[in-house]
């Protein structure tokens, strides 16, 4: 399983990048969301005041890069990370498909709001070619949080062993 | 109670700052869009990675269409030749056109210069996420950028300035949804809102099933709203819909540029005559 994720993994990142130097054309839907798995991981696994601070520089990261309304992505991301503590501290996380249906379940809630509230606002840049695109996001994403994360936290666990 | 908070304090916690984030997106503080100095902090620690990844990008393109995709040259070359042949019967149709063009300029008074005064910039970086279009140009405040301000090239419209820092600048693509603005119809001069939708479309509200738009025509910015220049092509209507119900078309138009490959951009220094409030246009 693990093996097959990684060949996923990296053959997405190989198309992904392919597509972005050759073309310009910026393929997000190709490219995982590493900031966000960034901000999971410190909530998941990592905690207390260390794992706060660690989802300090990537949720400052998407405020940065994100074009949306001044302090929303960071303030989002930093619910993020306390939504993922809450489900860290409450659930058993080192089963590969506890972290693909988390990580998931979050992506799309993220994905969902965002799209409400933008149709809320009156703006309505989606057709269904973005809905297929950005389930191929979330669904990269997640895969790829299971290989990633089961290595890290198991060298977490050994640097705070 | 006590307990239900220590057992729940961070759920809460996510809650809370959840809610405040809603709120900021639906009604932006417009006193924490001036305080911006952490934005333009992280501007400054951003932009040497804009340029590193643009640069590395830049390269690995020109080795790919200098060198090993000469096999496309030829044929190229051919589909050129003929493009030639044809734009050189296009500009003595134009000539006249174009003389007496002038000609009026001249008897209008009208100060080209001035109206539109530009700096040119390049594209270093992209909005990283799926919900927003938008675009990182390397021209900030020291150039004279600021909030408010068009964005074009030679070909069409790009979009407009939505955030400035030093040396780097935001701009809202035309397609984002959070983009509207004036325009008309080159042809008819029916006038209607364009609005992004996503992808490289927009779509023009407010058009009565009873105007005249058909697929194929063009659309210019009317310059009314002040937001944008007049006579700066938006792009090609590539639907209209009429619906038995409903008051007005559905329209599509694609923009004249392909947005997410333009590589070098004009800024018009001309500040918008509507007041300009980032992260509510």
């Known amino acids: 399983m693990r093996q097959f994720l990684v060949l996923l993994a990296v053959s997405y990142s190989g198309a992904a990048a392919s597509v972005w130097w050759l073309s310009g054309f910026f393929p997000w839907f190709l490219l995982p969301d590493f900031p966000f798995l960034a901000i999971v991981f410190a909530g998941l696994f990592m905690g207390g005041p260390v794992g706060f601070l660690a989802a300090i520089p990537p949720a400052l990261f998407r405020e940065l890069t994100v074009s949306a309304p001044p302090w929303t992505f960071f303030l989002s991301s930093m619910s993020l990370y306390f939504f993922s503590r809450e489900i860290g501290l409450r659930m058993f996380v080192r089963a590969e498909y506890y972290i693909l249906t988390i990580v998931v379940g979050l992506l799309l809630t993220e994905s969902l709001s965002i799209v409400g509230l933008m149709l809320v606002a009156g703006s309505r840049p989606f057709s269904l070619l973005w809905g297929a ?19 890290l936290s198991g060298r977490w666990q050994r640097v705070k062993e | 109670m006590g307990s239900f908070f220590r057992k729940w304090w961070r759920l809460l916690t996510a809650i809370l700052l959840l809610s405040v984030a809603i709120q900021f997106f639906v009604r932006p503080p417009l006193a924490l869009s001036r305080a911006d100095s952490v934005h333009a902090a992280g501007s400054v620690v951003f932009r040497p990675v804009y340029a590193t990844v643009d640069y590395a990008r830049r390269g690995i393109h020109t080795v790919w269409s200098h060198y090993i ?65 938008a675009v990182f140009i390397d021209a900030g405040i020291e150039a004279g950028v600021e909030p408010g301000m068009a964005v074009v090239t030679p070909a069409g419209g790009i979009g407009r300035i939505h955030k400035t820092y030093s040396g780097l600048a935001e701009v809202l693509l035309l397609t984002d949804g959070r983009f509207a603005a004036d325009v008309i119809v080159e042809r008819s001069r029916v006038r209607a809102i364009a609005e992004g939708m996503g992808g490289n479309l927009c779509r023009l509200k407010y058009v009565s099933p009873t105007q005249d738009v058909v697929a194929g025509d063009r659309i210019l910015f009317s310059g009314f709203d002040g937001s944008m220049p007049k006579g700066i092509l938006l792009g090609t209507v590539v639907s209209a819909d009429r619906p038995r119900e409903g008051l007005f078309q559905k329209i599509k138009v694609q923009t004249a540029v392909n947005l997410q490959a333009a590589e070098e951009v004009l800024v018009v220094l001309s500040r918008p005559s509507i007041p300009f409030r980032a992260g509510k246009l």
């Not at chain 1, 695109?133 to 290595?151: Q, S």
């Not at chain 2, 134009?94 to 300029?105: G, K, S, V």
């Open chain 1, 133 to 151: 695109e950005e389930a191929v996001r979330i669904a990269w994403t997640g895969l790829l949080a299971v290989p990633l994360y089961m290595d």
């Open chain 2, 69 to 133: 995709a000469l096999v496309e040259v030829s044929r190229e070359n051919d589909r050129l030749r003929r493009e030639v042949a044809a734009l050189r019967e296009k500009i003595h149709e134009n000539r006249d056109t174009l003389l007496e063009n002038r000609r009026l300029r001249e008897l209008l008074h009208f100060s080209e210069a001035a109206e539109r005064k530009t700096i040119g910039a390049r594209v270093v970086g992209h909005d990283v996420s799926p919900w927003f279009q």
